[in-house]
Each structure stands twice: as C-alpha cells, then as structure tokens.
C-alpha cells in the first residue's frame, strides 16, 4: 500500500473491490465454488484457513491461485473480484482457479501470513489430481498486500520448505500493485507518520527492523541464484502510483539480476482498485499482458 492512500480512499477501495458494481462483473460469474480447509492451526477460525476451488471442466487444468490484499488485515477470498468474477473469466481460458484467505493483522503479524500462505500451496500441490488440475502448473497472482505475500512465497525459500516443497512447485508470479516488496523503504517512515498507514504496517510488520528485512522480497532475491533457488518468472504489473512503481522496479532489477525473467507492466491511467478489478473485460491491457505471461511459462 502507498503512503498516500488515506483511510478514506483504501475504504472505498475495499469497497469497490469487493461489489461486482458494473455490467461486466454482474455478467462473469462463475459457479458455486468448492471450498477446503488448507489449515487447522488452533484456535484458528476455518474460514481463515481456506480457499475456493473453481475448477474449469476437465482433469489436469493449470491452476491460478490469488491472494487477496487489504493492507494484511482486510479482504476475503470471497469478494467479487477475488472469487467468482476472477474465476469466470479463468475458467473460460481453461484454467481452474483458487482464491484463499489466511490470517490477518492485527490478530496476527508476519511471517504468519505468508506461512498461511505456503501452507495453502503445498495443500495444493498435495491433491491436484484429486482435485482436477496439474499440480505441476500452478501460478501465483496477488493484489496489493496479497502482492506482496506472492512475491514473498515466490523468493523465500524457507517458506515453502516449512512445509517440504520446493520454490519450484510455482511456475510463474503475477503481482498486481504492490507497494511492500521492500519493507525496509516502507516501514520506518509510514509508521513514524502514525495514523491507519503507520497502524497497518505496525499491525503487520511490528517495529523490528529485522523483522522488516525477513518480511521483504527484494531482499531475499540472491545475485545470480534466482535459477539455483528456483525462484519463477515476474509479471509485475503497477499503476502510475511512486510507491508501487519504485518498490516494483526494485523488484525487477533484484530478480533479473539473479537471473529470473522479470517483466514490468505499467497500468497507466489506471487506480489501485482497478489494477485488480479490471482484468477480464473486453480489450483490457493488463488481462492481455496476463495471458501473455501464462502462455510464455507454459499454462
């Protein structure tokens, strides 16, 4: 998230996102999704510990997995451009799709996130030919904080690996406007502001700088073994946001320095909200670059 979205603005967002609220979204609506429980950690409510599947017909479909944003304490798999809307339009191209939640802040702060988070992908990889798709072509796509949680998945070895998979296990990363990639630029300046920003990051992130550091996935991105580590293909796709466009281009110079295809997107002219909101309508830039990608990594 930027530090110039006001609490106003990241409420509305929230709310735009998550109401189907034009003509296109009301009329790309996939089916009842199945939904599992990828987690049981005590005490935990299932809800945040599960996904959706919407699987498009027949066996051995890749799979799109999102995660959701909300600044790390707000979202739900089910909203509109998370779940059902998403899933049409991926469903139609042949792809089974999964959108899931994980546990929030300020409940909860990193690394539980992005450890819900591997631990929803190795559930995953575990039962896709119980389940329907390939679990040899699973990508990742997040928006905003989820974003940022992708990217993290997709960089931290350790994180998977708590759960004995491999970064390989991804086959490709598509990131939606992030602006967390680099907690260490994020943090100390937002949180000193105070206000719903410094909150949200404290809440999240807490105010140890080394926790920040373990947090970032720029920083985890070694010079040179982004082939040895397994880390997969970028598409990183920002609006015209500084933020999100520095943190972005950041993450790209790291990744393509260790040797991983990392490609940039800018969505001009287009909000926060309507990076993630957009995709799937007639002639839509990003939806193309999307396409693209997935093709390029073998979907």
């Known amino acids: 998230m930027t530090s110039v979205i006001s609490r106003r603005a990241f409420a509305l967002s929230a709310a735009v996102t998550a109401f189907a609220g034009d003509a296109f979204a009301q009329a790309r609506i996939a089916g009842v999704p199945r ?12 809800d945040l510990q599960s996904l959706d599947l919407y ?15 909300g600044g790390w304490r707000i ?3 089910g909203m509109g451009a998370h779940g059902r809307e998403k899933a049409a339009f991926f469903n139609a191209l042949g792809y089974a799709y999964a959108s899931l939640n ?30 329907g798709f ?7 796509m997040g928006h905003s904080a989820g974003a940022h949680l992708a990217a993290l998945v997709a960089t931290d070895a350790r994180r998977l690996a708590k759960y004995g998979k491999p970064l390989s296990i991804l086959k490709g990363v598509i990131l939606l406007d992030g602006a967390g990639y680099d907690v260490t630029l994020q943090a100390p300046a937002v949180i000193a502001r105070g206000g719903f920003l410094g909150e949200m990051y404290s809440g999240a992130f807490g105010t140890d700088p080394a926790v920040w550091r373990d947090a970032s996935p720029t920083l985890h991105v070694a010079r040179g073994q982004g082939a040895s580590q397994g880390i997969p293909p970028f598409l990183i796709v920002h609006a015209s946001r500084p933020d999100s466009t520095r943190q972005s281009l950041q993450l790209a110079q790291a990744l393509r320095s ?23 309508e007639p002639g839509e830039a990003i939806t193309g670059e999307i396409e693209a990608a997935l093709r390029r990594w073998g979907a």
């Open 35 to 46: 939904t599992y429980r990828y987690a049981q950690a005590p005490g935990v409510a299932a």
């Open 55 to 69: 699987a498009a017909p027949g066996q051995g479909r890749p799979l799109v997995v999102f995660i959701h944003g």
């Open 75 to 77: 979202g739900d798999k």
């Open 102 to 131: 994980y546990r929030l802040s300020p409940n909860v702060q990193h690394p539980v996130h992005v450890d819900d988070v591997a631990a929803a992908f190795a559930w995953l990889h575990d039962h896709g030919a119980e389940l």
């Open 134 to 140: 390939d679990a040899n072509r699973i990508y990742v």
């Open 258 to 280: 260790a040797g991983v295809d990392a490609r940039i997107f800018e969505a001009r002219g287009y909000t926060h909200a309507q990076v993630n909101r957009r995709i799937g």
